[in-house]
Nanobody, 127 residues
Framework: QVQLVESGGGLVQAGGSLRLSCAAS????????MGWFRQAPGKEREFVAA????????GYADSVKGRFTISRDSAKNTVYLQMNNLKPEDTGVYYC????????????????????WGQGTQVTVSS
């Protein structure tokens, strides 16, 4: 059983930056592709970014491409989401997720493909 704990959320003005962290425990970190999703009030959870288990592949939603960067540190069992030039529409609860995929160095964008989820961290961007 993998446990995921997000941190780093908060309130920031438009144009500002935040770095989210997701610490993983209880599993072999290198077996998992990792993803970030977000959910705004009244909206469905949406894909933000993902990184393959070895870090060789990354993917982003069009809405965050060029502003957000996903990375992972295997020594710390942690995945990060660096968010720059934040916009009010980036507001929401951000969730970290793990997809057990030890047989390939790939990632997926569908939330229902992920096996484990964190509790989420709130990001609020004021205009």
């Amino acid at each position: 059983q993998v446990q995921l704990v997000e941190s780093g959320g908060g309130l920031v003005q438009a144009g500002g930056s935040l770095r989210l962290s997701c610490a993983a425990s209880g599993g072999i970190f290198s077996y998992y592709a990792m993803g970030w999703f977000r959910q705004a009030p009244g909206k469905e959870r949406e894909f933000v970014a993902a990184i393959s288990r070895r870090g060789g592949s990354t993917g982003y939603a069009d809405s965050v491409k060029g502003r957000f960067t996903i990375s992972r540190d295997s020594a710390k069992n942690t995945v990060y989401l660096q968010m720059n030039n934040l916009k009010p529409e980036d507001t929401g609860v951000y969730y970290c997720a793990a997809d057990r995929k030890y047989w390939s160095d790939d990632f997926v964008r569908r939330a229902d493909e992920y096996d484990y989820w964190g509790q989420g961290t709130q990001v609020t961007v004021s205009s």
